[in-house]
């Protein structure tokens, strides 16, 4: 069946909604509303329900692609603004929020077609959610499928990571009483409610939210280091290593790599074939909270930026901030739900249990998905670089090369590029404007985003690994006191000159003896305080491990 250019399909728009639309609970809440039409309360019940629990709209699927496009990310792009410096970082925002845009148009193309040809077989997908790599299947065979699973199931692994250690290191600076790695125990836990959310068809309200609390941190970060000004003897030197700029630039190819659950969140549509223009109206939303939070963050603190990957550590602690941090919080833990739901889809169908009706059996099944994420949480804790190692090594292939080549060969032959369920746009240039369009995502992503991109990310990210080591206790965390070399020699007796061959706490990166108990002095013994002082004195520092 040939589709007129660009205009989707046909004959399913005259379906019902529940026929293309995918899941069978929204076939039983439109029973439900018809059964119980006569019953206001039952009624209204139902109203409710629809309106904060089942989403398919276009609406819904703009807020769910916003809303998942940037979350903790939007913390770290300052980070990234030090390394290129403004002016690519601007421009390196542009090109891959459009190439984003492009490949995500590419995905939904494939999942059209697939779903198509399938529905043309009579196969029913009620109680199914399709995925990336069954997409793959479906069009090109197992290798593909075999590739598109692997790279999409660590990248979102490892995006769940980094969600997990982004709450780690945000609520810190609410409360530093515990440390990062102690935190993310605590949100790994928290995270892990995750597992009764059914699919993205029920995000409906937390997408919203989400992107509401994204909307406030982004612009408080702009305003406040506006209303900040710059900071004493600003220098604005970036880019000043070639690792350093290549690291930042596959940072910002992880921010617009968003769409490896493109395909999930088109199965919940009721109406998928309006997707093909969301992802870029999303992204153009996005780039109006990246840009301006990023550019005024670089201008107010300039360099010092190398040493905080998160920009709120450079921000004065106030009730402003204080409820920035608790808002991304909570759409990190949104985020978490958005990159770990179909891992959990994977692992049901691995296991058997896709098609359960028992919520409760599901998400019993779905907990140990959680427990890798957590473990790899704890063991690299480096917020910012772990970013720009996902984005080259798994991003640029799961969301930019195999997208685009996938399209090349599924439509190489003229039969499929007449039959094709979705054409590509008259303005890209038709078929021949589409290849080349694919052919320089390919050798651009491949050449600069994994090669160069790959090189520096890992090169800074052993560096983190050298300097904080595995398992490091408090990434990045600054000391809690100034000036501490000042009271030992004001206050310290004599005895205490043996203080260097005391036990030092510094196993790990940790904020200094906080979290030990007190060591016996010798007689006289001195206060409490000057204990403090001297161990804290003693620990450990790396040059610019202050940041964050």
């Given at each position: 069946?040939?589709a007129?250019g660009?205009g989707?399909?046909?004959?399913?728009?005259?379906?019902?909604?529940e026929?293309?639309g995918?899941?069978l609970?929204?076939?039983?809440?439109?029973?439900d509303?018809?059964?119980?039409?006569?019953?206001?309360?039952s009624g209204?019940?139902?109203?409710?329900?629809?309106?904060?629990?089942?989403?398919?709209?276009?609406?819904?699927a703009?807020?769910?692609?916003?809303?998942?496009?940037?979350a903790?990310v939007?913390l770290?792009?300052?980070?990234?603004?030090?390394?290129?410096?403004?002016?690519?970082?601007?421009?390196?925002?542009?090109?891959?929020g459009?190439?984003g845009?492009?490949?995500?148009?590419?995905?939904s193309?494939l999942?059209?077609?697939?779903?198509?040809?399938?529905?043309?077989?009579?196969?029913?997908?009620?109680?199914?959610?399709?995925?990336?790599?069954?997409?793959?299947?479906?069009?090109l065979?197992?290798?593909w499928?075999?590739?598109?699973?692997?790279?999409?199931?660590?990248?979102?692994?490892?995006?769940?990571?980094?969600?997990?250690?982004?709450?780690?290191?945000?609520?810190?600076?609410?409360?530093?009483?515990?440390?990062k790695?102690?935190?993310?125990?605590?949100?790994?836990?928290c995270?892990?409610?995750?597992?009764?959310?059914?699919s993205?068809?029920?995000?409906?309200?937390?997408?919203?939210l989400?992107?509401?609390?994204?909307?406030?941190?982004?612009?408080?970060?702009?305003?406040?280091?506006?209303?900040?000004?710059?900071v004493?003897g600003?220098?604005?030197?970036?880019?000043?290593t070639?690792?350093?700029?290549?690291?930042?630039?596959?940072?910002?190819?992880?921010?617009?790599?968003?769409?490896?659950v493109t395909?999930?969140i088109?199965?919940a549509?009721?109406?998928?074939?309006?997707?093909?223009?969301?992802?870029?109206?999303?992204t153009?939303y996005?780039?109006?909270l990246?840009?301006?939070?990023?550019?005024?963050?670089?201008?107010?603190?300039?360099?010092?930026?190398?040493?905080?990957?998160n920009?709120l550590?450079l921000?004065?602690?106030?009730?402003?901030?204080?409820?920035a941090?608790?808002l991304?919080?909570?759409?990190?833990?949104?985020?978490?739900?958005f990159?770990?739901?179909?891992?959990?889809?994977?692992?049901?169908k691995?296991?058997g249990?896709?098609?359960?009706?028992?919520?409760?059996?599901?998400?019993?099944?779905?907990l140990?998905?959680?427990?890798?994420?957590?473990?790899?949480?704890?063991?690299?804790?480096f917020?910012?670089?772990?970013?720009?190692?996902v984005?080259?090594l798994?991003?640029?292939?799961t969301?930019y090369?195999?997208?685009?080549?996938?399209?090349?060969?599924?439509?190489?032959?003229?039969?499929?590029?007449?039959?094709?369920?979705?054409?590509?746009?008259?303005?890209?240039?038709?078929?021949?404007?589409?290849?080349?369009i694919?052919?320089?995502?390919?050798a651009?992503?491949?050449?600069?985003?994994?090669?160069f991109g790959?090189?520096?990310?890992?090169?800074?990210f052993?560096?983190?690994?050298?300097?904080?080591g595995?398992f490091?206790?408090?990434?990045?965390?600054?000391?809690?006191?100034?000036?501490?070399?000042?009271?030992?020699?004001?206050?310290?007796?004599?005895?205490?000159?043996?203080a260097?061959?005391?036990?030092?706490a510094?196993?790990?990166?940790?904020?200094?003896?906080l979290?030990?108990?007190?060591?016996p002095?010798?007689?006289?013994?001195?206060?409490?305080?000057i204990?403090?002082?001297?161990?804290h004195?003693?620990?450990?520092?790396?040059?610019?491990?202050h940041?964050?």
């Open positions: 069946m040939a007129g660009g989707g399909i046909a004959d399913e728009k005259q379906a019902p909604a026929a293309f995918g899941h609970e929204v076939a039983e809440m439109m029973e509303e018809q059964h119980n039409g006569g019953e206001s309360s209204v019940k139902s109203r409710l329900s629809g309106l904060l629990w089942h989403g398919g709209s276009a609406y819904d703009w807020f769910s692609c916003a809303s998942n496009q940037v903790q939007l770290t792009l300052p980070y990234s603004f030090a390394q290129l410096g403004m002016l690519s970082g601007i421009l390196f925002q542009l090109f891959y459009l190439l845009s492009w490949t995500a148009y590419l995905i193309a999942y059209l077609e697939y779903r198509t040809r399938r529905e043309r077989d009579k196969v029913d997908f009620r109680n199914h959610v399709i995925q990336w790599f069954e997409v793959l299947d479906g069009l065979g197992r290798h499928r075999n590739a598109g699973l692997a790279f999409n199931c660590t990248f979102l692994l490892f995006g769940s990571v980094i969600q997990l250690i982004g709450c780690a290191s945000n609520i810190y600076y609410v409360n530093d009483r515990l440390d790695r102690t935190w993310t125990y605590v949100f790994g836990a995270c892990a409610t995750t597992v009764f959310i059914p993205f068809h029920n995000y409906r309200v937390w997408s919203f989400g992107l509401v609390m994204t909307t406030y941190t982004a612009w408080y970060i702009a305003v406040a280091s506006l209303v900040r000004g710059q004493e600003v220098q604005h030197s970036g880019p000043t070639i690792v350093l700029y290549f690291t930042g630039a596959t940072n910002i190819l992880y921010t617009f790599g968003g769409h490896a395909v999930e088109m199965h549509m009721w109406r998928p074939q309006k997707f093909k223009a969301i992802y870029l109206l999303a153009l996005v780039l109006t990246t840009l301006p939070s990023a550019a005024a963050a670089y201008w107010a603190f300039g360099d010092e930026l190398l040493t905080h990957s920009a550590a921000l004065p602690r106030t009730p402003f901030r204080d409820a941090v608790v991304m919080l909570i759409h990190q833990f949104i985020t978490f739900g990159a770990c739901t179909p891992l959990y889809f994977v692992w049901e691995l296991i249990l896709h098609d359960c009706r028992s919520l409760c059996k599901r998400a019993a099944a779905r140990p998905v959680v427990v890798p994420i957590w473990f790899l949480a704890i063991i690299f804790p917020f910012g670089p772990i970013n720009s190692a984005g080259s798994l991003v640029s292939f969301v090369i195999i997208p685009a080549l996938a399209h090349m060969v599924t439509f190489r032959s003229p039969q499929s590029r007449e039959n094709a369920v979705e054409r590509p746009p008259r303005f890209a240039g038709g078929w021949t404007g589409a290849y080349v694919n052919s320089f995502v390919v651009w992503v491949l050449v600069v985003g994994f090669g790959g090189w520096a990310s890992i090169t800074n052993v560096q983190q690994v050298n300097n904080f595995l490091a206790k408090c990434y990045q965390c600054p000391p809690h006191l100034t000036a501490l070399p000042a009271a030992p020699a004001a206050f310290a007796p004599p005895p205490m000159d043996r260097p061959s005391m036990p030092q510094t196993a790990f990166n940790a904020t200094g003896g979290f030990f108990p007190p060591v002095a010798p007689a006289p013994a001195p206060s409490p305080m204990n403090f002082f001297l161990r004195h003693h620990h450990r520092h790396h040059g610019g491990r940041g964050l």
